[in-house]
């Protein structure tokens, strides 16, 4: 297995320092041992950072299995506190002129960088997740159906509450983050008109911060909490591990997100009170867009992912959820209605 140089970055950094620093982190590969046979593929990360138990964690996943599966020698590059589109810029020119193909960026906030630094290396293909206003010739849209996944969790929420009242905390208010909220909120409806749902985003835009700050997500769980949820269902990246603590030591139902955070090592101690998880397979995307290019037919343009592949899905690793045979029959039901076009989820509340 190749070794992955993970090349943090802190503080927002100049040009010639960002370039530095990466060309740094291919030279520490090479000289673990990698050669460039089986190529070269690199992540940016979004906010948060690997570690976040979800979204971020995710991507390295993939790219982790494309160094075991692959023979690829990966890179990974952190993002810094408060930086702009010209860091970004700067992150993804040096990833590209490095040699690595594809460079991924993990997250919609690299649409503008990605949409400026795909043009200048016409030969090397860029990923960008959750994002498809930026196109072109050498980038590859991985998006996934986030509403069907969260509509999924809304069924199951509505079914277990006790309370007739849950959470849904989003940690900005994004486009991206509301369509977890509309098929979260239509799910319950649908199931249960008389659940009521409350709904919280941490920070607006331009503040990305509630997507990086647990004590964020566990401030709004705690308030949902005193208010009578018993549910909560956090998109949040590493800020939801904040709500779903609060959530756990309550002893109230938490539902996690991106990953399965039942099996996330850092949330362990909280994996009893996590009901399930609205998984998108990153991993998959990043994994699939790496091989392709290494096959030598490079994905392009818009590369979805829905229920129909288990592009998104409802998590079933915790056994207290699986033994909810009504829960799950429901859900089940629910889903087979998606995929057949029954049911039309909602992409904004």
Sequence with gaps: MRRITRIATVGIASAALALSATACGSETSSEAGSDDKGGKAAIAYDIGGRGDQSFNDAAFAGLEKAEKELDIQGTEQEPSEGEGDPDKVQRLTALARAGNNPVIGVGFAYAPAIAEVAPKFPKTTFGLIDDTSKTGPNIANLVFNE???????????????????????????????????????????????????????????????????????????EGQLDAGADVIYAAAGLAGAGSIEATAKAKKWAI?????????????????????????????????????????????????????????????????????????????????DITAGTIKVKTAP
């Design 147 to 221: 509403e069907q996944g969260s509509y999924l969790a809304g069924v199951a929420a509505a079914k277990v509450t006790k309370s007739k009242t849950v959470g849904f905390v989003g940690g900005v208010e994004t486009p991206l983050i509301k369509k977890f909220e509309a098929g979260f909120v239509q799910g319950v409806k649908d199931t249960d008109k008389n659940v009521n749902v409350k709904v919280q985003y941490l920070t607006q835009p331009p503040d990305f911060g509630g997507f990086s700050k647990p004590d964020l997500g566990k401030a709004a769980a």
């Design 256 to 336: 996690g997100v991106d990953s399965d955070q039942f099996n996330q090592k850092g949330l362990a101690a909280y994996k009893d009170q996590i009901l399930t998880s609205v998984t998108k397979n990153v991993s998959g995307a990043v994994f699939n867009l790496i091989k392709s290019v290494k096959d030598g037919k490079p994905q392009t343009g818009e590369i979805r992912y829905g229920l129909q592949d288990d592009g998104v899905a409802l998590a079933r690793s915790n056994p207290a959820f699986t033994k909810m045979t009504d829960v799950i029959a429901a859900v089940d039901k629910a889903k087979a």
